[in-house]
């Protein structure tokens, strides 16, 4: 946003968090592309090109207009220890004690005795790591509370978190990370997972899909060839399983209003993440993740990320929510994770934490301007997978 | 010079003649050192005055880069932002955590550093190795320390590791999950770091003491506590004062450690009030209101010194 304010003009495109759209879109600082959008025709939501839906829409999309495209694909990804996983005795004592077959989980409560069956502290090995620090806490809560049929905000923006999707959905996360994992999940940063799951120190972890890739490499991993890799469990409702997959960051290219050559400077981003240049970025350098239909078919991303996860990241994807993506997003996300964070930590109780998130959020509306982040809201809701949307029509969650 | 043949004449016409040339000469003077001064006042304008004004005026505005208008067209709050401050319970609570800080580190590097002082004050051998390698940790980049520490106090770090070896596999703490003990490792990184600080002021203080009252209290049969508490101590007061002042405002403004050690969690239960204001400033884009806790948090910090320099300028 530094730019926004001394608008030097030095800056022809920015490559940020998709969910920064919003302040920068709102403050000038980036222009709308979607006239560049019908004249060069990035192939972003239609065509044999396009990108996973609903990519399409929230990398791209602030209040219905085009200010971005999408460079990354951060839908969450899930990795267990398949050895461990396919042992026998294994299954049998998971049966025995469940009187289920073990199977990857499919519903958030099998997850949860899925993940405390594993959960081994004598042996050195934890059940899960799932982000509860300061930054990311959010994401695990989000994934359970939106499969639930949650959403963040009413039609008028104000707070829905507060509800008992949204405190269930944290009670169950409470205890699973204050009883099956250990407490750097809690106190750590987020490259906490990039060193327990490939040491070997958990059984579950749940991060960004560069994870299944550090953990797969001999040199960086302990458990190279152990990986499993799996959808993300949901919540049946009326016998069909919704599942909600959090889009942490994204990152996303977006053109300033005060560069030299704005024209010139979207022609070179639709060319970066284009379908041939953009395969090979993302194959060969491994720092975005694919993100168009055509390439979790194709052979060199098939060499990138193995066989068996790319299908896995594409149905995650297909799963994907977006991050908060209004005016003051980083915000928004702030005060919940720090209320989160403290929850995990057992300084606050799961109702307790939702409401003062809640109520701060109440401020930063009010102080933004409720009536542009309504407008804003409404549309963001439409960026959410159609499944999702269907659950909250069903639930009777916004007008229709 | 003129004469007008009476001696008294004579004398008060030199005199005139000699203040006239001496009031040049001061004017003269005084124009060359103005001249002198010159370029360091412009440069104090245009680095801390300038950016003053605009930061006082930024408190008054309500402006957020977001809004999409240039920080002079944002329309005024006057006093909103100010208003806001005081119903802000995040606000006061970082305040509380920053006087925490002052005192817990401040008090211990003062104790230790003071202890450190008197017993350099002896010779011994190796005395210059060993106080270069006191001083080594103020040289070191706070983020360097901050992470040094976070790496020492992790759940799998060093410090648990001896735990575990001396006490058994159940003694690991869970340092940065605990409020207290995450506010606690900052403030022992913060007296490692600074301790030396204060050991160097106060170590060159003693030094220049004079030792005619400390020989003379020896003559009268003090002991060595009656000589450091009634001689010694009081001698040394303007210098303990502005080491603690110059300290105080340091570790009051504590950010690095905290940043990199607990990111002021868990919550917000190690944020201090630099990191509050940063996240409110730069993450949160509230630029307005950030300003006018900075100005609040000057004029607090402004008055605090003045009270607590007062001794030094009564003497």
């Known amino acids: 946003m530094n730019e926004a304010v001394v608008r030097t003009g030095d800056y022809d495109v920015f490559l940020t968090f998709c969910n920064w759209i919003g302040d920068m879109a709102e403050s000038g600082l980036i222009v709308d592309q979607t006239a560049w959008w019908e004249k060069y025709d990035p192939e972003v939501d239609h065509g044999p090109n396009r990108y ?81 620090e300061r930054y990311f806490a959010y994401t695990a809560w989000a994934a359970r509370f939106i499969s639930k049929g949650g959403a963040y905000f009413d039609d008028n923006m104000d707070p829905l978190i507060v509800s008992d999707e949204g405190v269930t959905a944290l009670e169950e ?127 060199k991303m098939k060499e990138a990320y193995g066989e068996e996860f790319l299908p896995v990241l594409h149905s995650l994807t297909q799963n994907a929510f977006p991050d908060i993506s209004l ?72 007008p229709s | 010079m003129a004469s007008s043949g009476h001696p008294l004449a004579d004398t008060s016409e030199g005199r005139a003649s000699f203040l006239s040339r001496l009031r040049r000469a001061v004017d003269e003077e005084r124009f060359f050192g103005t001249l002198l001064i010159t370029p360091m006042q412009l440069l104090l304008w245009f680095l801390l005055i300038i950016p003053t004004i605009i930061v006082i005026y930024l408190s008054l505005v309500a402006w957020e880069p977001r809004m999409g208008v240039d920080w002079w067209q944002a329309p005024f709050a006057f006093l909103r932002n100010y208003a806001q401050i005081f119903q802000d319970g995040r606000f006061w609570a970082a305040i509380g955590r920053s006087l925490g800080v002052v005192v817990a580190a401040g008090g211990l590097e003062f104790a230790v550093g003071l202890g450190l002082a008197l017993l350099f004050m002896r010779d011994f051998p190796g005395k210059r190795i060993v106080t270069s390698v006191i001083l080594y940790p103020m040289m070191l980049p706070w983020v360097v320390v901050g992470l040094a520490f976070y790496l020492l106090f992790l759940d799998r770090g060093p410090v648990n590791f001896v735990l575990t070896q001396w006490f058994g596999s159940g003694a690991t703490v869970e340092w940065f999950k605990n409020p207290l003990l995450a506010m606690g490792t900052i403030v022992l990184a913060d007296i490692w770091q600074w301790t030396p600080f204060l050991f160097l002021i106060l170590y060159s203080g003693l030094g220049a003491l004079p030792k005619d009252p400390v020989e003379a209290a020896m003559n009268l049969g003090a002991n060595r506590w009656q000589i450091f508490r009634h001689v010694t101590l009081p001698m040394l007061k303007p210098v303990i004062l502005i080491a603690l002042v110059i300290r105080a405002l340091e570790a009051f403004k504590i950010f690095d450690l905290v940043f990199v050690m607990t990111g002021g969690g868990p919550g917000t239960s190690t944020e201090t009030i630099s990191l509050y204001i940063y996240r409110v400033g730069f993450v949160f884009g509230q630029l307005s209101y950030a300003a006018a806790m900075a100005v609040l948090i000057l004029v607090m910090i402004t008055l605090v010194t003045r009270f607590a320099i007062q001794p030094i300028e009564e003497g």
């Open chain 1, 52 to 132: 996973v839906a609903p990519l399409d829409r929230f990398t791209t999309l602030y209040k219905g207009r085009r200010y971005a495209l999408g460079a990354d694909d951060d839908a969450f990804s899930l990795f267990y220890r398949k050895d461990i996983m396919d042992n026998p005795d294994e299954a049998k004592a998971f049966e025995d004690r469940y009187g289920r077959p073990l199977e990857l989980p499919k519903t958030w409560k099998e997850f949860d005795e899925w993940i405390a069956f594993f959960d081994r502290p004598d042996e050195g090995i934890r059940g899960a790591h799932m982000y509860a």
């Open chain 1, 327 to 398: 005016r003051g997003a980083a915000e928004y996300l702030d005060n919940l994770n720090l209320n989160l964070q403290q929850a995990f930590a057992g300084q606050k109780g799961a109702e307790r934490a939702l409401k003062d998130a809640a109520d701060s959020w109440q401020q930063i509306t009010d102080r933004i301007g409720r009536l542009g982040q309504i407008e804003a809201w409404r549309a963001e809701r439409q960026n959410y997978p159609q499944p999702i949307q269907d659950l909250w029509a069903k639930l009777g969650r916004f």
């Open chain 1, 173 to 299: 996360q409470i205890r699973l990370t204050q009883d099956h994992m250990w407490p750097d999940a809690v106190t750590g940063d987020w490259s906490v997972a990039y060193s327990r799951f490939p040491e070997g120190s958990v059984f579950f972890a749940w991060a960004w899909a560069s994870l299944g890739k550090w953990a797969q490499d001999p040199e960086t991993s302990k458990i190279a060839g152990k990986v499993g890799y799996m959808d993300a469990p949901g919540t049946m409702h009326d016998g069909e399983l919704v599942k909600a997959v959090p889009h942490v960051v994204g990152w996303s290219f977006s053109i300033s209003r005060y560069g030299k050559a704005p024209e010139a400077a979207y022609c070179f981003i639709q060319w970066f993440t284009g379908p041939a240049v953009g395969l090979d970025a993302i194959a060969r350098v491994g720092t975005l993740d694919a993100f168009r239909e055509p390439w979790f078919d194709d052979a």
